[in-house]
């Protein structure tokens, strides 16, 4: 038997809310006598379509119905194993396992999707630490400096001096791009392995699911037990 999901225990467990939902507090009807102080009919202002009563029958049903369910799932993910099957990985694991991978998967997921592409617009023409680089033409920076030169007048022998003013490098710069982005067929050879992981992790899970199930006696009587309690203290519904 295909064990129940989570989705309809969910779906369950919303019955019970809405359930919840319909108790009423009080109901008003108005009824019409004739002159001999006879009921002749009645309306009805407000409705309460079940007792509280009932409607706590109801929920204790369901809410056991769901323990219920629910301990026998825990106990079959334990015990019944799926196929994983993905690039040459083949193993037995059991729900909480691949539950696990799907966890792990998700994150990969994101790797994946979040690695860089190559750019295509790039005309490399070097490389820096074994990847592609641009390096664009060097930047030469100067300043200016001063010196004075001596030089002799003809007319004299003094030696004199004249400013000259002249240009000195101080520094190079260059600017240099570099890709760290992987080639586009390799990103898609990615994306596919991790998609097929992700299948390969939900085959294996609902191959487990179908390998049927046993409840939990021990917890199938803790919550029959906490139902009886409860309806202990309640008054029993009238008969309908």
Not at 17 to 39: G, S, T
Not at 93 to 119: D, G, I, Y
Not at 192 to 214: C, P, S
């Amino acid at each position: 038997m295909v064990q129940t999901t989570f989705t309809k225990q969910k779906r369950e467990l919303a019955k019970a809310i809405a359930w919840i939902e319909k108790i009423r507090a009080q109901e008003v009807r108005h009824r019409n006598y004739n002159a001999e102080d006879e009921l002749q009919d009645e309306v009805r202002e407000t409705y309460v379509d079940y007792s509280p009563e009932e409607i706590s029958v109801r929920v204790l049903e369901i809410v056991k119905d769901v323990v219920s369910q629910h301990g026998a799932r825990q106990k079959a993910n334990s015990q019944n194993t799926g196929t994983f099957n993905w690039y040459g990985i083949a193993v037995e694991l059991t729900v909480p396992q691949l539950r696990a991978l799907q966890s792990a998967c998700a994150v990969l997921s994101e790797l994946v999707r979040k690695l860089p592409r190559r750019n295509p617009k790039l005309i490399y023409n070097t490389t820096i630490d074994h990847r592609p680089a641009f390096a664009h033409v060097k930047q030469k920076h100067e300043e200016t400096e001063t010196r004075y030169v001596p030089y002799e007048e003809d007319s004299t022998t003094r030696i004199r001096t004249y400013e000259e003013r002249y240009k000195v490098i101080t520094h190079y710069t260059q600017k240099i791009e570099i890709d760290y982005g992987l080639e586009v067929k390799l990103i898609h050879e990615l994306e596919e392995m991790v998609d097929d992981l992700e299948t390969a992790i939900q085959v294996a899970i609902d191959e487990a699911n179908t390998k049927g199930r046993e409840n939990d006696p021990v917890l199938d009587n803790v919550i029959d037990r906490i139902s009886q309690t409860i309806l202990a203290k309640l008054p029993s519904p009238p008969n309908q």
